[in-house]
């Protein structure tokens, strides 16, 4: 059996399925005849669902049996296409991570009525955490950005650099929200903020940097082509 087509994120590089019409790391749109859905379309599919989601997901929750692996690597999603991943024996942050993945897995695969039933259900697992890290903030910018709701975007990159005013995926994704808006002074000047704060910031190790290493590489090369070719 052959293997799935691939090719690199015009963006930020990262490898993407052949089909793939949007990134899954910087949610940038991949070529010129990508039709993405409409974000009105989105915001009218996600509030016909989120009111059931949100039940279940809070159901989920308060049913769960967590593990006591604090800081333990997610577990992985298993489930088919349009059905939900198997979070009942996760912790309540693995259970978020899997329904992260699993949005972004069908961002990537272009499944948008998968990204609109698990999005709401994403979002209000990470809310059900509490206090939340920037790699948290990060995810939920991230589903909000590829499902339109960009101020929600520029929000949560804005409650990372309140925990750290130079974070490096505040930069990231502050260029997922202007990549969608189709912003190109924005783009630039997320670009030009990285590479401003990386130096410093990529030696602290943050575990986060660690776990979206790829994308960060990724995006560093292509603020630096962006950046050194002009203003």
Known sequence: MNATPKKSCSSCGASLNATAQFCHSCGAKQGAESKPVPPALLGLVAFAVIAVVAVIAYSVGKSSTPQAVPGGPSAPVTAGPGAPPDISNMTPRQQADALFNRVMTAHENGDFA????????????????????????????????????????????????????????????RNSAAQMAGDEAAILAAKRTFLENYDAEIVTGRQEYIDHQRSIESFKAQAEAAVGGGS
């Open 114 to 173: 998968s990204v609109n039933q698990f999005a709401p259900m994403a979002v209000n697992a990470y809310s059900m955490l509490g206090e939340l890290d920037p790699d948290a903030h990060y995810h939920i910018g991230l589903m909000s950005a590829i499902t339109g709701n960009l101020d929600e975007a520029r929000a949560r990159a804005e409650s990372i650099q309140a925990q750290v005013p130079v974070h490096l995926l505040a930069s990231l994704l």
